[in-house]
């Protein structure tokens, strides 16, 4: 299959329009077969409810192209059960895990020749997303939806390999306690626009939300989950019910647990008790890991590992998840959906 003229490896994350994407309509109860569309715009009623009272949502993924040049998915079940969990928060239609993965793989298919090459560190990023449409104008779910899937190939996040950065704990909270912060919504990442836009004028890389009943617990790293490595070497991760359940935190602490035998805990994080970490880091889809250098917080920056350099433990989840993703490492716990 020849490839689009890119050079991948200094590819960012922006939109590119890709050849296909796919989309499906949900009316009087079923979705119907859906398909492969070139056109990248989509025209829906006024009233939809997506646009006035955010019922919406979306996921992210990617696929990767292994050495011997098959491409895979990594764990697309777990997306397709967040989607639904999502969808119920949001009282939306489920879209059933067969087609959410065959949305997937026809995507990917459809746009081989944008699908980064093996080696160069780029992915493609894979985007589904459901949204309440249909003519309406009261608060009530929509009586139609839209599920679609479109794709972006996106360079490594990292062009120069893991580099630590600095956060900054903030006033402002993403979610309310039992609001909407564990499901995958548009209105989580709108409120998220201004604490970042802040965050980065005083010149951090995002912001630290805490815990948004007493804001002395440690939730969520900008749009992704924190992790710390503790002195005595356990995997830390905060619980809670407005964090956004990140599949690769789950799948990091399953390796720390299982390729590395590390103590893994789930539970509360104190911002005033850093200094139990050696080493802290932001996980999600687009950077698998984000180290971080420092946390700024009342008047003071914590270092944990190292401002500039990543810490042992980090590096080797990274490089470990990482190998599973691309297909360098076997793949134990069955995470991989090759595309086929
Ligand atoms: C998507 C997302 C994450 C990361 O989830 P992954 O499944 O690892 O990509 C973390 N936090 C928030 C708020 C998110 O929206």
């Known amino acids: 299959m020849s490839k689009v003229d890119l050079d991948w490896g200094k590819l960012s994350f922006s939109y590119i329009k890709t050849d296909y994407r796919y989309i499906s309509h949900w009316k009087n109860g079923a979705w119907d077969a859906g398909s492969l569309v070139t056109e990248n715009t989509i025209t829906i009623a006024e009233g939809s409810t997506a646009i006035h009272y955010g019922q919406q949502c979306f996921e992210g993924l990617k696929a990767y192209t292994r050495a011997d040049g098959k491409i895979q998915l990594f764990r697309p079940d777990r ?34 020749k944008w699908v980064p090459p093996y080696g160069t560190g780029a992915t493609l990023y894979l985007r589904p997303w459901l949204i309440g449409v249909g003519d309406n104008i009261g608060v009530k779910p929509a009586p139609e939806y839209l599920f679609g899937v479109f794709c972006i190939p996106v360079g490594p996040y990292f062009k120069e390999g893991l580099k630590p ?161 691309y297909g360098d490492l076997p793949d134990p716990a069955h995470w991989i959906r090759v595309v086929e």
């Open 165 to 325: 950065v600095n956060f900054i704990a903030s006033e402002y909270d993403r979610a309310a306690p039992r609001g909407t912060g564990a499901a995958k919504v548009g209105g989580n990442y709108a409120a998220s626009l201004m604490p970042h836009e802040e965050a980065a004028h005083k010149g951090y890389a995002d912001c630290v939300y805490l815990d948004p009943a007493t804001h002395t617990k440690i939730e969520e790293v900008g749009a992704a989950n924190f992790f710390g490595i503790t002195k005595t070497g356990a995997f830390v991760t905060p619980l809670s019910p407005s964090i956004l359940p990140s599949i690769t935190k789950y799948s990091l602490l399953q390796v720390a647990k299982d390729n590395f035998g590390m103590k893994t805990e789930e539970r509360d994080v104190y911002i005033d008790r850093l200094d139990e970490f050696a080493e802290a880091g932001a996980c999600g889809t687009a950077a698998v890991i984000t180290p971080i250098g420092g946390l700024f917080y009342k008047g003071k920056l914590h270092v944990f590992h190292s401002e500039t350099e990543t810490g042992p433990v980090t590096r080797k989840l990274y490089d470990t998840l990482v190998g599973i993703q």
């Open 79 to 112: 997306n397709s059960a967040r989607m639904n969990a999502t969808a119920d928060r949001m009282v939306m239609p489920h879209v059933p895990e067969a087609k959410f993965i065959d949305a997937c793989m026809q995507v990917v298919k459809a746009n081989e």
